[in-house]
């Protein structure tokens, strides 16, 4: 071969070398799927549908039964099985994929199916790697990011037509890394973004797996490209996250004087008319939940809170069309919440005076 032959997230490196990166089938159902133009690597002819060819992999020295097998689908594919010894193997080694992969998150590394043809017939030495995905990102590529992933957020808004995938592919071309590696970064995105209480990008679910150093950058630059200064908050919420996996049995000290900092925050003009309209049409009622408002304020009112649908940091208007009386939880919830954008689609059917902007 004159060329690495590249197909879905197998690399051809020549006639007797092959990569894969190994995904959530892998881990999960003791296989993977075999490109049609990957098959003359295992096979030197067909198979029939249901049809299946016994190879042996070889690791660390020991070796572990395997099979191609076409399945019996109207349009029939080739997969990689392997035997449970082998998952066995995968799944001590990388744990943490194993177990994301389970729970439906995203993993900020790949793991990689080294595969080399051997002499002897249908035998292949396999090697496994780990190559991480969150190491080393550059300011350059956390900045491109950011920027790639508010021009999309501001096109959603305003119903312009764009696929995430060309995002991810230019990204891909300017940096050194894989189109799946910016689609990762972009769900931790989403992450940095409801920490901070803002919108995130539909169909890019926020994911945790994000360390404090990155986060705190990743906001730091969603201030600077989104043009709204908030306080920092990213970085200790993170760290707090983390403090709580950590068994510990003695308290932490704390601090009896705690430090400062003053931070640059921007401020919204807002009508307190439209605070007012809305507190009275919501008659000490949450517009969410529909519950009493929890308590008296100190002005003598039943206490509940003003949100803008669309937040003021996003465009939205301070207007009764844009704003709803909350309870402080389904506010919080509404800013924080797993299930903010659900919530936020029910708002638009229950309250008739809300114009989706």
């Given amino acids: 071969m004159s060329s690495k032959l590249k197909s879905h997230s197998w690399t051809l490196d020549s006639e007797a070398r092959a990569t894969k990166v ?3 089938s892998a881990f999960l ?3 993977t ?3 049609f133009d990957i098959r003359h690597f295992f096979l030197d ?7 299946s060819f016994p190879i042996s992999l070889l690791l660390d020295g020991g070796g572990y039964a ?4 076409m399945d019996n689908q109207p349009n029939p594919r080739s997969r990689l099985f392997w035997g449970s010894g082998f998952s066995e193997i995968l799944r001590s080694r990388f744990p943490h994929h194993y177990t994301e992969h389970l729970a439906g998150q995203p993993v900020e590394s790949r793991v990689f199916l080294h595969l080399e043809k051997l002499s002897s017939p249908r035998t292949y030495k396999a090697y496994i790697a780990e190559e991480s995905m969150s190491n080393d990102w550059s300011r350059e590529e956390l900045r491109g990011s950011v920027e790639a992933y ?3 957020q501001r096109k959603e808004r305003d119903g312009v037509p764009f696929t995430k995938k060309s995002y991810y592919e230019k990204l891909s071309r300017e940096f050194t ?11 931790n995105i989403s992450y940095i973004m409801s920490l901070m209480g803002r919108n995130w990008l539909s169909g890019l679910k926020p994911a945790k797996n994000v360390g404090a150093k990155v986060g705190a950058q990743i906001e730091s630059f ?11 908050v990213v970085a200790f919420e993170i760290e707090a996250r983390e403090a709580a996996k950590r068994k510990v049995n003695a308290p932490p000290e704390g601090n009896k004087l705690p430090g400062s900092s003053v931070a640059e925050v921007t401020q919204f003009k807002r009508d307190p008319g439209v605070k007012a309209w809305v507190l009275n049409a919501a008659k000490g009622m949450c517009e969410c939940c529909e519950s009493d408002a929890p308590f008296v304020g100190s002005n003598g009112q039943p206490y509940l809170e003003v949100h803008h649908v669309r937040r003021l940091s996003d465009g939205g208007s301070d207007t009764i069309g844009n704003a709803v009386a909350l309870c402080p939880n389904c506010h919080r919830e509404l800013h924080c919440g797993e299930n903010s954008r659900e919530l936020t689609k029910r708002l638009y059917v229950k309250v008739s005076r809300l114009v989706n902007e």
């Fill in 222 to 232: 969603i201030a600077e490209l989104g043009a709204v200064k908030s306080p920092p």
């Fill in 33 to 35: 799927g075999v490109p």
């Fill in 66 to 69: 395997a099979r191609i097998e």
């Fill in 29 to 31: 159902h003791g296989g």
């Fill in 150 to 152: 508010l021009e999309m």
């Fill in 45 to 51: 002819g067909e198979l029939a549908p249901g049809e």
């Fill in 177 to 187: 890394r894989t189109e799946k590696a910016f689609e990762y970064r972009m769900q």
């Fill in 22 to 24: 190994l995904d959530k």
